[in-house]
């Protein structure tokens, strides 16, 4: 059983802030492991039972089974880091934008760099216990 999985992208982006959280959930007594998205048998390369995935983006339901469900199945503690959190000035005014979680997606927990971000996703149909500030990690 692992703790918590973290499903990355981008290596450049992302690893150094996952390598950070990594670290102090290790120091406080939780297994982790790291899996990269672009690993040709990603699909098969997973299986052990997983009690948290932290995903990298979730935007609507194809993103969700990319990241999580495809992974290591159906399950309820998922993560978002919402790595994309600086927009134009359009999207942020626009609830429907891309980046705003849509259907299941918007069931995970968003972690948000600051109140805009959360209220961006909050308008865009997030509840309001999904969106926590925690602040920017990089």
């Known amino acids: 059983m692992v703790d918590f999985l973290f499903v990355y992208q981008h290596k450049a982006r ?4 996952i390598c950070l959280i990594k670290t102090e959930l290790e120091r406080r007594g939780y297994t982790c492991e790291l899996l990269c998205t672009y690993i040709p048998d990603r699909l098969l390369a997973w299986y052990r039972k ?13 993103s969700l089974w990319f990241f999580v469900y495809d992974i290591v199945g159906i399950m309820k ?4 880091l919402q790595w994309e959190q600086v927009l134009s000035v359009q999207d942020e005014a ?6 705003n979680p849509k259907g299941y997606a ?5 972690l948000c760099w600051g ?16 969106a926590i ?3 920017c990690v990089h």
């Open 94 to 99: 626009d609830p429907n934008c891309f980046h």
């Open 14 to 17: 992302e690893i150094d802030s």
């Open 77 to 80: 503690k998922v993560v978002n």
């Open 133 to 135: 500030v925690t602040g």
């Open 106 to 110: 918007k069931e995970a927990v968003h």
């Open 115 to 130: 109140e805009g971000p959360r209220a961006r996703i909050v308008n865009g149909g997030v509840p309001t216990d999904r």
């Open 50 to 62: 997983v009690r948290v995935v932290v995903s990298s983006a979730l935007y609507e339901k194809a």
